[in-house]
């Protein structure tokens, strides 16, 4: 049985950080974060793969930092200079699909993603 348990969220100030979670009861080989706000479609924020490969949506790179503890079946997303287009639900999932290449993810698909129950995170300006 899957289980992804997200945590972390909460509501800043622009400009400010978090720091989400997902504990996972498995590590897969393809794993990362997604988010969807009112109204706009799920976007795939960041993905990592077990060897350490990453990818990141334009809109996040150099703010977010996605990581992972492979001892402890932990996801992270590092989330830096927040701003309120940033407000959403972000859901942690698993077992994506990934293209992996020369140490780079170079696309991710959700298709058949496992997903947690995701965390809240709201940015106010």
């Known amino acids: 049985q899957v289980h992804l348990v997200e945590s972390g969220g909460g509501s800043v100030q622009a400009g400010g950080s978090l720091r989400l979670s997902c504990a996972a009861s498995?590590?897969?080989?393809?794993m990362g974060w997604f988010r969807q706000a009112p109204g706009k479609e799920r976007e795939g924020v960041a993905a990592?793969?077990?060897?350490?490969?990453?990818r990141y949506a334009d809109s996040v790179k150099g703010r977010f930092t996605i990581s992972q503890d492979n001892a402890k079946n932990t996801l992270y997303l590092q989330m830096n200079s927040l701003s309120p287009e940033d407000t959403a639900m972000y859901y942690c999932?698993?077992?994506?699909?990934?293209?992996?290449?020369?140490?780079?993810?170079?696309?991710?698909?959700?298709?058949?993603?496992?997903w947690g129950q995701g965390t809240q995170v709201t940015v106010s300006s």
């Open positions: 498995k590590r897969w080989y393809c």
């Open positions: 999932a698993a077992d994506l699909r990934c293209t992996v290449a020369r140490g780079t993810i170079w696309s991710f698909s959700a298709d058949l993603a496992n």
């Open positions: 990592m793969a077990i060897d350490g490969s990453t």
